[in-house]
Every structure is written in C-alpha cells, then in structure tokens.
C-alpha cells in the first residue's frame, strides 16, 4: 500500500516540475499548461523537455500532447513526406508503381542505412517506397527524388510545396532522407498532420507503413518499427534516429474502428521509444476525450535542440551505427550504460518483448517484367520522365561520335597535311553520307496534366474525409 501511495506522489511530483518546467522555460502560459495536462508524463531519463502529440485520426483533433509545435529535427520520419510527394505523383500521372527509377552516384554515396545498389542499377518505384518504409535506405530515397523530380532540390521545392499545402507551418525539407541539416526541421504537430494526410489520401497505400519485413534474394529486412507485431492494433507508420534528433517515431494504431497517431520525438533509445509510444497509446484508447484541432496549435519559438549530448555522447562509434540502422535484434545500450530492466507498465513490458516473426513480403532489383515503358532519372528541369541527364552515372551519353576535319593540321611537328582533289572528292562523298543519315526521331513523352492537390481539411466529425 505505500509503495503504491508513494509511487503516485511520484508522479504527481513530476507532473508538478514539468508544469513549472514548461513555464519557466515560456513555452506556455501557466494556466493554458494546466488546461492540456491530461494525464502525469511519462519520465524521462534525459534533461531536455521533447516533444509528443497524440491525434485522433478521423477529427484531426488532439488527445494529448507536449510542446508538439515546437521545432525539431526529424531525421528519417522525413521520408514519410517522401512517400507523400512520390504517391501524389503517381496520383497525378507522372509515373506509375512500376516505373523503374535509376540508382545514381550521388545516391550510392549517400551514409547508411542503405541498399548498396551499385550506380546504374534500376528499382521500381513500388520496389523503392517498400525498401524506403522497411529498411529507411537514405540512398533509395535519393534514388526516389531524382526519378520523380528530376534532382534532389527540385524534390525538395515539392516537398515544401507539399507541407505549405498541408498545413505544416514548423517544417522545411532539404532531402529526401532527414539526414543532419540544421535547416532541415519539422515538428511533432506537423508529423502527425502528415500521417493523417498519408492515411486519408492514400488509403490504397496504406499496407507501405505496415510491413514487418521484405526478402531481397536470399536476404530478409526486418523493420525498424518496434509497434508492429508488439502493440495490439498497431499498423504503421516510420522510425527515424540521428544524433541531432534522438529517436523518434510516427506509429499509428487502430482499435474497434479508431485510428490514432502517437508522434514522439527526442527519446534516447529505440526501446524507450517504443515504450513512451505505448502508453501513449494505452492512454488515448482508454479514453474518448479530443481537445482542439491539431492545425490550430499554436507555434513555440525557438531553435531545435541538439540531442547529441544527452543520446550519443557516451556512444562508441559501432554504437551509434547500430542506432542509426536502428536493429532492434542486437541491443542498444543507454547514454549511462547497459540497458535496465523494464520498469512496471504496458510500455515497457511491449518494448522489452522479443522481435516479433514477420511473413516477409517480396522484392526485387531492376525493372517489372515485361515492362516497357520510360525509365525514371536526373533530367533538367521541368522535363517529363523519360528523358534522362545521363544513361549510367559514370558515362555521360553521347548522340554521335565526333568525325576529324579533313582539312585539319597534322599535331605531328612537321607534317603536312595530305589532301587533294581526289581524297577531297572521297571525304566530301563520306560526310555528305554522313548528314544525310538522320537519327531515329524520339518520341516525346506526353506529359500528364498535373491535378492541384488539394488540402485535408480536419473536421470536428468522427468520420474519415
């Protein structure tokens, strides 16, 4: 009896100092941090405040959260706007599922977690997104831009295009990927508008967030995803963790026909993410409680904090790789040593369960059989796909080989150069030939009218867009 007393003067303690924590630091009103307290948060081993937000998916209204407008890194939860951008797409006719995108040298240079294809290799964009929601490739997603967008900076221009759209006031893109760029920021409000954007628009898609593991070869990839196949109901969305970040996670869950999204961002292991991700959830299940509107959150000045100290500092190098590819079957040790046994509670103990067996979906290098249609890669600027910068990363295509001008100066001191009438007659014969030949015509690809996309409303119905 008094461990339970003392135990709940504990966490009312905590809720305490992190009511007057938020203040001082004047990230709310006093009285509007009163207002939004709906339940004790949930400890954690680290000094910096972060942020989480808890949404009711059909209202877009927010069950909980904690300073989620304010600005953060996202690190790879950033290719769920690369998703985003790709599908919309497709939507609009620009490529297909099966359109194979090349692999290029910028893209094989990229730092893991990656695929390793060789440059000039060829995935479909189907392929691509399942290896990019699995795996977290950063050089597929590079791989990705390029085929849609031409380049990564104009895949940047949509990314943005896509957040202004959507209502994402805190997020700026730089690439595909969310690798460290002190101007690539987003926040946990606007992570979770994306998720629901990616829910509502693109239902048919909605089995890319939930897949446990793909076969390449002979190679099976389990996903970085600690919900899926622990949480019960849990049926997607993307991890992301760099030492500027921390660990954080878009999930969402559904139970008895309620979808939520728990964003969290900032946690200091993969494990510890996944337990914060699941009390969240226990939490907003157990009750129908929703407050306001997520778009209507206001923003929290200020710049995003650099996890780096409090996450990766006590890290070896070999550490903070395995973190990054975030393998949940080799353990990640904690900033102050080995990871403690779980403490008491559903989170916890959901974290702490072994990886659970996944029936492994099937993928594969190059293009769909049978296909044949444009092949997607660099290209200058608002051109269709189909039209490609170069044909192989490491050789710049050439149209015609270059023929010597007859009347040209031998490089040999000296010499002179042998023409006459004769030779003359032969050389003029060749080249008229020559000109006459023209190149097979290539035919243009007709460019798809591009549809406007049109923004998500969240509605105060309990009733999906």
Same mark, same amino acid.
């Given at each position: 009896?008094?461990?339970?007393?003392?135990?709940?003067?504990?966490?009312?303690?905590?809720?305490?100092?992190?009511?007057?924590?938020?203040?001082?630091?004047?990230?709310?009103?006093?009285?509007?941090?009163?207002?939004?307290?709906?339940?004790?948060?949930?400890?954690?081993?680290?000094?910096?405040?972060?942020?989480?937000?808890?949404?009711?998916?059909?209202?877009?209204?927010?069950?909980?959260?904690?300073?989620?407008?304010?600005?953060?890194?996202?690190?790879?939860?950033?290719?769920?706007?690369?998703?985003?951008?790709?599908?919309?797409?497709?939507?609009?006719?620009?490529?297909?599922?099966?359109?194979?995108?090349?692999?290029?040298?910028?893209?094989?240079?990229?730092?893991?977690?990656?695929?390793?294809?060789?440059?000039?290799?060829?995935?479909?964009?189907?392929?691509?997104?399942?290896?990019?929601?699995?795996?977290?490739?950063?050089?597929?997603?590079?791989?990705?831009?390029?085929?849609?967008?031409?380049?990564?900076?104009?895949? +940047? !221009?949509?990314? =943005?295009?896509? $957040?202004?759209? #959507? @209502?994402?006031?805190?997020?700026?893109?730089? *690439?595909?990927?969310?690798?460290?760029?002190?101007?690539?920021?987003?926040?946990?409000?606007?992570?979770?508008?994306?998720?629901?954007?990616?829910?509502?628009?693109?239902?048919?898609? +909605? !089995?890319?967030? =939930?897949?446990? $593991?793909?076969? #390449? @070869?002979?190679?099976?990839?389990?996903?970085? *995803?600690?919900?899926?196949?622990?949480?019960?109901?849990?049926?997607?969305?993307?991890?992301?963790?760099?030492?500027?970040?921390?660990?954080?996670?878009?999930?969402?869950?559904?139970?008895?026909?309620?979808?939520?999204?728990?964003?969290?961002?900032?946690?200091?292991?993969?494990?510890?993410?996944?337990?914060?991700?699941?009390?969240?959830?226990?939490?907003?299940?157990?009750?129908?409680?929703?407050?306001?509107?997520?778009?209507?959150?206001?923003?929290?000045?200020?710049?995003?904090?650099?996890?780096?100290?409090?996450?990766?500092?006590?890290?070896?190098?070999?550490?903070?790789?395995?973190?990054?590819?975030?393998?949940?079957?080799?353990?990640?040790?904690?900033?102050?040593?080995?990871?403690?046994?779980?403490?008491?509670?559903?989170?916890?103990?959901?974290?702490?369960?072994?990886?659970?067996?996944?029936?492994?979906?099937?993928?594969?290098?190059?293009?769909?059989?049978?296909?044949?249609?444009?092949?997607?890669?660099?290209?200058?600027?608002?051109?269709?796909?189909?039209?490609?910068?170069?044909?192989?990363?490491?050789?710049?295509?050439?149209?015609?080989?270059?023929?010597?001008?007859?009347?040209?100066?031998?490089?040999?001191?000296?010499?002179?150069?042998?023409?006459?009438?004769?030779?003359?007659?032969?050389?003029?014969?060749?080249?008229?030939?020559?000109?006459?030949?023209?190149?097979?015509?290539?035919?243009?690809?007709?460019?798809?009218?591009?549809?406007?996309?049109?923004?998500?409303?969240?509605?105060?119905?309990?009733?999906?867009?």
């Amino acid at each position: 009896m008094m461990n339970s007393i003392s135990g709940l003067g504990r966490n009312r303690l905590l809720s305490t100092v992190l009511c007057l924590q938020v203040c001082a630091f004047g990230l709310v009103e006093p009285a509007a941090a009163a207002k939004k307290s709906i339940a004790a948060p949930i400890s954690r081993p680290h000094h910096t405040l972060t942020p989480y937000l808890v949404m009711d998916v059909a209202s877009g209204r927010i069950i909980e959260e904690r300073i989620a407008s304010h600005v953060w890194y996202p690190a790879s939860v950033t290719k769920l706007m690369t998703v985003f951008v790709a599908l919309e797409a497709v939507r609009q006719g620009r490529l297909t599922m099966d359109t194979p995108l090349v692999v290029t040298a910028r893209a094989a240079q990229m730092k893991p977690s990656k695929m390793g294809f060789p440059p000039g290799a060829q995935v479909t964009l189907d392929n691509a997104l399942k290896m990019l929601m699995v795996k977290s490739a950063n050089d597929i997603a590079v791989t990705v831009a390029e085929g849609v967008s031409g380049s990564v900076e104009a895949f +940047a !221009d949509e990314m =943005n295009q896509a $957040a202004a759209t #959507l @209502g994402m006031r805190e997020s700026h893109f730089i *690439n595909p990927n969310g690798l460290p760029d002190p101007n690539h920021v987003s926040s946990a409000r606007d992570m979770a508008i994306l998720g629901r954007a990616l829910l509502l628009r693109f239902p048919e898609h +909605a !089995d890319l967030f =939930n897949i446990g $593991a793909f076969r #390449l @070869g002979d190679k099976i990839v389990p996903t970085h *995803n600690g919900m899926i196949g622990r949480y019960p109901g849990a049926d997607g969305m993307k991890t992301g963790f760099t030492c500027p970040a921390g660990f954080n996670l878009v999930a969402s869950a559904t139970r008895e026909g309620r979808k939520v999204i728990v964003v969290v961002m900032g946690d200091v292991s993969a494990r510890q993410r996944t337990a914060h991700a699941a009390d969240l959830f226990d939490r907003a299940f157990s009750s129908s409680r929703v407050g306001d509107l997520a778009a209507d959150l206001p923003p929290i000045v200020g710049a995003p904090p650099d996890m780096k100290p409090e996450v990766c500092t006590r890290r070896s190098k070999a550490s903070q790789i395995e973190a990054e590819t975030e393998d949940l079957s080799v353990p990640i040790n904690t900033p102050d040593g080995p990871a403690s046994a779980p403490q008491p509670g559903n989170g916890a103990l959901i974290a702490a369960l072994p990886r659970p067996a996944y029936e492994p979906i099937s993928v594969f290098l190059g293009p769909a059989p049978g296909y044949q249609g444009p092949v997607a890669g660099p290209r200058p600027p608002n051109s269709p796909i189909g039209v490609i910068a170069y044909a192989s990363p490491e050789k710049a295509a050439i149209s015609a080989p270059l023929h010597p001008d007859p009347k040209a100066l031998s490089m040999r001191r000296g010499a002179k150069p042998k023409h006459d009438a004769k030779s003359a007659s032969k050389s003029d014969t060749k080249h008229t030939a020559q000109k006459s030949v023209k190149p097979a015509p290539v035919k243009a690809t007709k460019k798809a009218t591009e549809t406007k996309m049109q923004p998500i409303k969240p509605s105060g119905k309990a009733a999906i867009n």
